[in-house]
């Protein structure tokens, strides 16, 4: 079992950068695959991107790509989610998810992650 609770959510101009952050609650906390999903006001959930166990690899959707990068550190059983450039669209809620496996073919799947927190609101305006 492992707890996520996101934080460092807010309200940004365009272009501007922010970071996310997860700090999750497990005893072996490198023993999870670590990702964010967003969702947008009233659509579907969308996957950002994904770290493996020891944060040797990371995987980010095209959408955010460039822009976007994901880290974490054992450690401090934390995960961050670098967001720069922002664009409006990027306004959304994003959570924090975990699961054990590192299955590329259902890594961008939301309904594949186990573990969620309640999530952090981004709000990118003018």
């Known amino acids: 079992q492992v707890q996520l609770v996101e934080s460092g959510g807010g309200l940004v101009q365009p272009g501007d950068s922010l970071t996310v952050s997860c700090i999750a609650s497990?005893?072996?906390?490198?023993?999870?695959?670590v990702g964010w999903i967003r969702q947008f006001p009233g659509k579907e959930r969308e996957f950002v991107g994904a770290i493996t166990w020891n944060g040797a690899g990371t995987y980010v959707a095209d959408s955010v790509k460039g822009r976007f990068a994901i880290s974490r550190d054992n450690a401090k059983n934390a995960v961050w989610l670098q967001m720069n450039r922002l664009k409006p669209e990027d306004t959304a809620v994003y959570y924090c998810?975990?699961?054990?496996?590192?299955?590329?073919?259902?890594?961008?799947?939301?309904?594949?992650?186990?573990?969620w927190g309640k999530g952090t609101q981004v709000t990118v305006t003018s």
């Open positions: 497990a005893r072996s906390f490198s023993k999870y695959v």
């Open positions: 998810v975990a699961r054990t496996d590192w299955n590329t073919a259902t890594l961008s799947a939301p309904n594949e992650y186990d573990f």
